[in-house]
Structures are given as structure tokens and as C-alpha cells.
């Protein structure tokens, strides 16, 4: 069964850093395109960033671009998001999920198969 679990969220002040985990089972991360979204109340679900399957390319949407790093640990089977420089407006649920070639480019979805997992709050306050 594929499945994905994200953890690492927590509250952190302006100008902090998190490191969000997605750990996948029932697939290697290495054989797919794994983007993060996240999704702020009363907003609808946004790419944020996406790591292409084999060669690893990265993507990013411009308002995190130069403060996020998407990496991947293939002997984890475990994809990364390190958040510098955290502003309020990545206040949000952050969700993880392996997506399409295409839609990795474009930092968009939807999941390439299941539904969307339980997310990691991430909440960014003075």
C-alpha cells in the first residue's frame, strides 16, 4: 500500500527554521517526483516544492524560492523540506505526496495515487 507520512512541524518565531520529513512506504522515492504542498486556512492547496524522480532536479514556487531546500535520503526512503527564514505566510499544513513528471515541473498535483495524508502543521508566530 503506498502511503507517506509527514512529521517535523511545530511552532516557530519569524526568522526560525524547521525540517519537514516525508516518509513513504509501499514505494521508493527514488522511482517518483515528490512534491510538498501546503495548505493555509480559508486557502486552497499550493505546490510549494518538488524533487524529480532519479536525477533529483528541483522545483520551487516563488515565494519560498532561496529559503527552501527539497532533498531526498534514498536509504531512508525519505524526502526532505528544510524551511529557513520562515515568514507568518508559511503558516499552513504542509503535505508531501509523489506526483507526475509534469506536475513536479510545475510544482502542482494532483497525487499520483492515494489520498492526501495527515499533513504537518507548521505554524509561523511571534
Known amino acids: 500500500q503506498f502511503q507517506v507520512v509527514e512529521s517535523g512541524g511545530g511552532l516557530v518565531q519569524p526568522g526560525g527554521s524547521l525540517r519537514l520529513s516525508c516518509a513513504a512506504s509501499?514505494?521508493?522515492?527514488?522511482?517518483?517526483?515528490i512534491a510538498w504542498f501546503r495548505q493555509a486556512p480559508r486557502k486552497e492547496r499550493e505546490g510549494v516544492s518538488c524533487i524529480s524522480r532519479s536525477v533529483g532536479s528541483t522545483y520551487y514556487t516563488g515565494s519560498v524560492e532561496g529559503r527552501f531546500t527539497i532533498s531526498r535520503d534514498n536509504a531512508k526512503n525519505t524526502v526532505f523540506l528544510q524551511m529557513n527564514n520562515l515568514k507568518t505566510e508559511d503558516t499552513a499544513v504542509y503535505y508531501c505526496?509523489?506526483?507526475?513528471?509534469?506536475?513536479?515541473?510545475?510544482?502542482?498535483?494532483?497525487?499520483?495515487?492515494?489520498?492526501w495524508g495527515q499533513g504537518t502543521q507548521v505554524t509561523v508566530s511571534s
Open positions: 505526496a509523489a506526483v507526475s513528471t509534469f506536475s513536479c515541473a510545475n510544482v502542482a498535483g494532483p497525487p499520483l495515487f492515494g489520498s
Open positions: 509501499g514505494f521508493t522515492v527514488d522511482d517518483y517526483a
